[in-house]
């Protein structure tokens, strides 16, 4: 079992940025997928972001590249995601997640979910 913890949402203007932490406790491997997702109200969950729990490997959605980087503190069992340029449409809920398996941008690969963190981008 693993539990996550999203932190690190608020309002910001759009051009601001934020970093969003993912704490991730209970059982990790090194074979895991931690990636980031997120969620607008009446649109489907949206791959952001992947990295591979041991940092080797890293995947980004086209929407946010080269604004958002994904990183991660092992010791501190930590995910981020640094959100630079941000812009009203990735106003939405954020969510953590591990993939037990591999690399992939499907909801559906995934095991666990944290409980999300707002963000807010206003214009």
């Known amino acids: 079992q693993v539990q996550l913890v999203e932190s690190g949402g608020g309002l910001v203007q759009a051009g601001g940025s934020l970093r969003l932490s993912c704490a991730a406790s209970?059982?990790?491997?090194?074979?895991?997928?931690m990636g980031w997702f997120r969620q607008a109200p009446g649109k489907e969950r949206e791959f952001v972001a992947a990295?591979?729990?041991?940092?080797?490997?890293?995947s980004y959605a086209d929407s946010v590249k080269g604004r958002f980087t994904i990183s991660r503190d092992g010791a501190k069992n930590t995910v981020y995601l640094q959100m630079n340029s941000l812009k009203p449409e990735d106003t939405a809920v954020y969510y953590c997640?591990?993939?037990?398996?591999?690399?992939?941008?499907?909801?559906?690969?995934?095991?666990?979910w944290g409980q999300g963190t707002q963000v807010t981008v206003s214009s």
């Open positions: 990295i591979t729990w041991n940092g080797d490997r890293l």
């Open positions: 997640a591990v993939d037990r398996a591999t690399m992939s941008s499907c909801p559906d690969d995934y095991d666990y």
């Open positions: 209970g059982r990790t491997f090194r074979s895991n997928i």
